[in-house]
């Protein structure tokens, strides 16, 4: 059975073809082809579920927020404008971002959980960081996760 992401995809690049949407087209494009090179990565070739597919538009969306600064940083607005775009576009097949008072909540009940457990301090990050990660689901990246927790370790 195939994802329902990955359908969405599909129907959308045809639709933005249709329209005429140069970035659109392009980006899609480009998220489909990132997730086939993903989907023949391993010894086989599998089908990629959502959760994967969606890991793949995180790590494209990153690289986006990475190339716009750092064609900001040389000057170049146009590029870095592009890359924006293109960043609008995978970000609207990205769940929700979980707000940072949810997801600070989160963090300070698994450290209190590690407390209680007996560990604490920095040998308590690994643990906390696995939790609030399984419990923020696609809600959090693992960036913001670790952050968080280690401001609130120190």
Same mark, same amino acid.
């Given at each position: 059975?195939?994802?329902?992401?990955?359908?969405?995809?599909?129907?959308?690049?045809?639709?933005?073809?249709?329209?005429?949407?140069?970035?659109?087209?392009?980006?899609?494009?480009?998220?489909?082809?990132?997730?086939?090179?993903?989907?023949?990565?391993?010894?086989?070739?599998? @089908?990629?579920?959502?959760? @994967? $597919?969606?890991?793949?538009?995180?790590?494209?969306?990153?690289?986006?927020?990475?190339?716009?600064?750092?064609? @900001?940083?040389?000057?170049?607005?146009?590029?870095?404008?592009?890359?924006?775009?293109?960043?609008?576009? $995978?970000?609207?097949?990205?769940?929700?971002?979980?707000?940072?008072?949810?997801?600070?909540?989160?963090?300070?009940?698994? $450290?209190?959980?590690?407390?209680?457990?007996?560990?604490?301090?920095?040998?308590?990050?690994?643990?906390?960081?696995?939790?609030?990660?399984?419990?923020?689901?696609?809600?959090?990246?693992?960036?913001? $996760?670790?952050?968080?927790?280690?401001?609130?370790?120190?």
């Amino acid at each position: 059975m195939a994802s329902q992401l990955l359908e969405q995809l599909r129907t959308d690049l045809n639709a933005a073809m249709k329209n005429r949407d140069q970035v659109s087209t392009s980006t899609i494009r480009m998220i489909l082809s990132a997730v086939q090179v993903a989907s023949v990565a391993g010894d086989e070739a599998v @089908e990629l579920s959502d959760v @994967e $597919i969606t890991a793949v538009l995180r790590s494209e969306a990153k690289r986006r927020v990475e190339a716009a600064e750092l064609y @900001e940083q040389a000057g170049r607005v146009e590029q870095a404008a592009a890359e924006q775009s293109q960043l609008a576009v $995978i970000e609207s097949y990205l769940p929700a971002a979980m707000d940072d008072e949810a997801l600070q909540n989160i963090v300070n009940e698994e $450290i209190s959980a590690a407390k209680n457990a007996g560990v604490e301090g920095p040998k308590a990050m690994g643990q906390v960081i696995k939790a609030v990660k399984d419990r923020a689901g696609d809600g959090a990246d693992g960036g913001r $996760i670790a952050t968080l927790v280690k401001a609130a370790l120190a």
